[in-house]
Every structure is written in structure tokens, then in C-alpha cells.
């Protein structure tokens, strides 16, 4: 059963610091992983999706790398800003059995201080 | 454009009621997923269509929970005999076409109390 886990469930920094934001995952048979991100009382917007041929995916300030067979991706954000303050999600879509579902860690929650 | 739209955005209820969700996807979206997420849990995959039906139904959680899609376009879900470990936010997404490549474009959710 694909578990994904996301490490540290929370995270302080100063703005301006860059930062990495930690997912892994079981089994490596996966189709592709996806960052979203999660503001209160909104829903989840997409950030990055890395297919399982691609080793990485730039948006902005954002980057994030994928390595399947080690089961780890990271999401790197440089020169972090008070808008960033969210939460962080990485879910992951498996191949075979259900078609329909991504496996969703528990998040990263980010605050940004000024 | 319109994003994908859900409502009620709050919902209080009583233990043994019955509720209804509704999402509005974004127009031509032909896949419409329902998730769960309860409070210091992950989101929780429940149900996939693919236009009106559902090829996926492995995540809902009890025959309690149901859902359906009519048109290719909006989707209900319904809680019958709510209990309180149904409190929690559902997020619906859709996506243009299969989940395989297409990304999911959420809700804002519902927030669902059940006291």
C-alpha cells in the first residue's frame, strides 16, 4: 500500500531564507507526484506535477526534483516571502488499481515571519 | 474563467440527518473527483467520475455515502444518517480529462460540522 510522508509537518523561517520541503514515498511505481499548495478556508492549488520520466519542474521561485527509485521528491523555495505562509502538500498518483485517486501526504504547514 | 465551484461552503448539521454536496466543475472538465480531509489527517480519495459514471467508488467510506453526477457536469454527494466522524472538509476536483496526466483544479470545499 503507497504511503506518503511528509517531513516537517511544520516550518518557521525568516523571509528571504531559502527552504526545502520534504515528501517520500513507498513504492516507487508511481505515475507521476504533484505539490499543491493550501491556504485556510481554500482549496488546494496545483504547483508543480512531475511525471515519473522527469527528474525535475520549475514554476518561479519554485523547483521541484523527483527521484523514484530512492522514493523522495523535495519542492526547494528560494528567497521565501510572507506569502508563501501555507500549507504544502505533495500526493502522488500509482499506477494500476484505482484509476481515480492521488495518495496525499499530511502537509507541511509553512509560516514565513517579515 | 470560472474555477471549480462548491456549496454550501458551510454546512451544521445534526447527528442522523442527511446532507448534500454539491460541486460545479469547470466547464468541460470531463473528470470530477471527491476527496476528504478531516482534521490533522491527509486527504482522503472517496469517489471518481469520468462524465456520468464512476469508475472509482473504492474510497467511500461506508454505504452512508453516495454520489452521483448527472450530465456530465455537476455532482451531489449525499451522507445519509450523518454521524459526527463525518465532520470534515470535502473538496471536490475536477480535471479536462483523465487523472493519468491532466491536473486537478480544486474547490474552496465544505465544510461539513455534524453535532
Known amino acids: 500500500k503507497q504511503e506518503v510522508t511528509q517531513i516537517p509537518a511544520a516550518l518557521s523561517v525568516p523571509e528571504g531564507e531559502n527552504l526545502v520541503l520534504n515528501c517520500s514515498f513507498t513504492d516507487s511505481a508511481i505515475y507521476n507526484l504533484q505539490w499543491f499548495r493550501q491556504d485556510p478556508g481554500k482549496g488546494l492549488t496545483s504547483l508543480l506535477l512531475i511525471q515519473s520520466s522527469q527528474r525535475e519542474q520549475t514554476s518561479g521561485r519554485l523547483n521541484a526534483s523527483l527521484d523514484k527509485s530512492s522514493g523522495r521528491s523535495t519542492l526547494y523555495i528560494a528567497a521565501s516571502q510572507p506569502g508563501d505562509s501555507a500549507t504544502y502538500l505533495c500526493a502522488v498518483r500509482i499506477y494500476g488499481g484505482s484509476q481515480g485517486n492521488l495518495i496525499f501526504g499530511k502537509g507541511t504547514k509553512l509560516s514565513v515571519k517579515p | 474563467g470560472a474555477g471549480v465551484s462548491q456549496s454550501p461552503s458551510n454546512k451544521v448539521t445534526e447527528k442522523g440527518k442527511d446532507v448534500e454536496l454539491r460541486c460545479d466543475p469547470i466547464?468541460?472538465?470531463?473528470?470530477l473527483y471527491w476527496y476528504r480531509q478531516s482534521l490533522g489527517q491527509g486527504l482522503e480519495f472517496l469517489i471518481y467520475f469520468q462524465g456520468n459514471s464512476a469508475p472509482d467508488k473504492s474510497g467511500l467510506p461506508s454505504d452512508r455515502f453516495s454520489a452521483e453526477r448527472t450530465g456530465g457536469s455537476v455532482s451531489t454527494l449525499t451522507i445519509q444518517r450523518t454521524q459526527q466522524e463525518d465532520s470534515a472538509v470535502y473538496l471536490c476536483?475536477?480535471?479536462?480529462?483523465?487523472?493519468?496526466?491532466?491536473?486537478?483544479?480544486f474547490g474552496a470545499g465544505t465544510r461539513l460540522s455534524v453535532l
Open positions: 476536483a475536477s480535471s479536462l480529462q483523465g487523472p493519468a496526466k491532466n491536473i486537478q483544479y
Open positions: 466547464s468541460g472538465h470531463t473528470a
